[in-house]
């Protein structure tokens, strides 16, 4: 199997210089791996510090020690000392992340969202829009959206927007954050499928959910990062 | 006693020869050389007061003064006619400081000044013509600052005048410069051919004569050696066209040159006319008849000449 | 809206587009900006932001070509070999300017001919460099025109009687038809009523996306930097306090400057 992220002694604090330089630690000597077709659960209490974990796993923040090596292309790279443009490279082919919120860009469709990435990996516009609408098809959207901007979707659509985007064309890894809160059971559902063949399909997971019985299908493995907490 | 000391002949104060002083000649000829040595490139030099308001030729007057001598035969035209106001204050001038032999025949000029015309018949090697330039920068209406038009010149950065040819076609349908239209000289310098009708570009290009610019009041002196390239500007689809007329002149038949509309009663009636006095008085004398021939005589436009 | 679409490979080519060292200007005794480095490659948008005074307008104005630096150096690389712009002829980085590179102006006025038709405003880099056929260029004109969302039937209309947004995307399009490589944005949606902005905003993204330009956008607004920038420096009196990843800046920033900028906006 595979090793798609190396975690090495990565600690993280926070200093926060407006507010008198207070600190705040979060975790240190976070030591671990993911292999491919793995997913990794992170659990632990609310605060423990699961979603600054994982955006540090994305290069979204920056650890105040360690390495973290995401093997791209076939080579391990540490994405805590890359430079921008192998982060974005990293995150165009072999990184993913799912967020719990539609980051909405204004007048952009919700067809081309899901297309987007598809046809920045050289798809053709016909097979890119053919996959997206069967992506949005699948997670219930309906169909009079689809040529619409979500700016005015409910949450629970926007969500399931974002998800297809995430999962038209899965990452060889993938970081999911919570991505089921504003969905109801039946889509619920379909998130859980989706991972799952991604999984089968050689991706690597590591994610976080609060409802239990999602976490029950997906895990593969479970990870408890309050034995990583740093004393403040 | 030279020339030059002697008394005028009505008794008013004694002038220099040509009227200008010989360290000014000197300094036009300097600037002369310069601009005959970079084709189209407007060259700086010392514009003197002159006894006649800027806007009435002093640029062409100082440099025909420079280059005048007793050998010289002067010829002066305005809008092509040798008989209109500034043309004849103009000879009688040089007549006067210059005792200068003139002559309304173009191929007996060594000098012909000019103001908005190039004589029909074709200049011979050794002539000079000497142009009445009000705008020497064919740039300025575009870009108002000297510096920078200084800046395009240097650096060949004629983009804008293209830019404005397009905005004619664009609005217009067609180039609607109709004189002073801007040429590129020697493949290097845009120039501004002073008001001559587009009608006489093409006469400009590789012409066995020299060709001097001189701006009074803007101070600049420019050139075109013997056989220069000249080329008016325009689109590959939209190429440089010259005017032409829906009628020959009406003295002389000519129809091939550059024709005045004159209005000859009060009821509105017009007959067109060679702008070129000299050309038309010459074809008329070899025979050539235009249609309203008689009714010029008749009215008194026309001075029948006897034969 | 979708353009023709490329994948813009975020090439990792060899050596970078612009490479700056230690470019400082002065004005006196005063610190315009000093000591800023670092590198562009191909495809990348780089954000400068910090607010009024921080220095970031004179580092745009040394970055691209209008201003000489008092120190360091500008280096392009549009060619095989890169080029010290400030080392080559005035008439050399004129046409660079108009060439190899674009500065789309806050203010409209700044960047368009206002007395010229939008047509003649985006055919000028091409009768610059010597294009002499009327039609293809009025052609190209308005291809670009409709690009940037601008009716084909107002190319012969004058900016004076375009709004705010359309000038800005008039400016773009005057900029991008001689194909840079390189576009510099000085506050590009200032001015503009929200909605305009996000229309603007949207289509600078897909061009750069499409067209796989390097673009150096100066903004004090972080959610126009959010938007349309990978990288992005942050600028405190003259210097650059912080750089990185426009989402890891944002997200996480370090420096206390880079802390109050952030958590002073409502939602970012």
Known sequence: MTTMIQVENVAKTFTLHNQGGARLPVFDNVNFSVEAGEALVLAGASGAGKSSLLRILYGNYRPTAGSIHITHAGRPVDIVAAVPRTVLDIRRRTLGFVSQFLRVIPRVSALDIVRDPLLARGASPEEASTRAKAMLARLNLPERLWTLAPATFSGGEQQRVNIARSFVDPSPIMLIDEPTASLDAANRDVVVELIAEARTAGSAIVGIFHDEAVREHVATRYLDITSFRKAA | MTIHQMPAKDTKPAYNYAYLDEQTKRMIRRALLKAVAVPGYQVPFGSREMPLARGWGTGGIQITAAIIGPADTLKVIDQGADDTTN???????????????????????????????????????????????????PLRRLEPREAETRKMHAWAEYGLMQV???????????????????????????????????????????????????????????????????????????????????????????????????????????????????????????????????????????????? | MTLHVAPAELALEPAPLLSVTGVSRFYGARIGCTDVSFDLWPGEVLGIVGESGSGKSTLLRCLAGIDKPDEGEVLFRGGAEPLDIYSVSEQERRRLMRTAWGIVHQNPRDGLRMDVTAGGNVGERLMDRGDRHYGQIRERALDWLQRVEIAGGRIDDRPRQFSGGMQQRLQIARVLVSEPRLVFMDEPTGGLDV?????????????????????????????????????????????????????????DPHHAYTQLLTSAVLSV
């Open chain 2, 87 to 137: 043309a004849v204050s103009i000879r009688k001038f040089f007549e006067r400081t210059a005792d200068a032999r003139t002559s309304e025949a173009t191929d007996e000029a060594t000098i012909i000044q000019t103001r908005h015309r190039i004589p029909e018949a074709p200049l011979k090697s050794g002539q000079v013509m000497v142009y009445q330039v009000p705008m020497p920068e």
């Open chain 2, 164 to 307: 404005k040819l397009y905005e004619d076609i664009a609005r217009y349908g067609e180039i609607t410069k109709t004189y002073d239209y801007p040429v590129m000289v020697n493949g290097r310098y845009v120039m501004a051919p002073s008001p001559i009708p587009k009608f006489d570009n093409p006469k400009m290009h590789m012409s066995p004569a020299l060709q001097l610019f001189g701006a009074g009041r803007e101070k600049r002196i420019y050139a075109l050696p013997p056989y220069t390239s000249v080329r008016s500007l325009d689109f590959d689809d939209h190429p440089f066209r010259i005017q032409s007329w829906s009628q020959p002149c009406g003295l002389c038949g000519a129809a091939d040159s550059y024709l005045d509309e004159v209005v000859i009663d009060d009821q509105g009636g017009r007959m067109f006319v060679c702008s070129d006095s000299h050309y038309c008085e010459t074809r008329r004398a070899e025979g050539h008849r235009g249609t309203m021939l008689g009714d010029a005589t008749a009215s008194g436009l026309v001075e029948e000449k006897t034969p």
């Open chain 3, 195 to 251: 909605s305009v902005q996000a229309r603007l905003l949207d289509l600078l993204r897909v061009l750069v996306r499409d067209l796989g330009l390097a673009a150096i956008i100066v903004t004090h607004d972080l959610a126009v930097a959010r938007l349309l920038t990978d990288r992005l420096m942050v600028m405190k009196d003259g210097r650059v306090v912080e750089q990185g990843l426009t989402d890891q800046v944002l997200d």
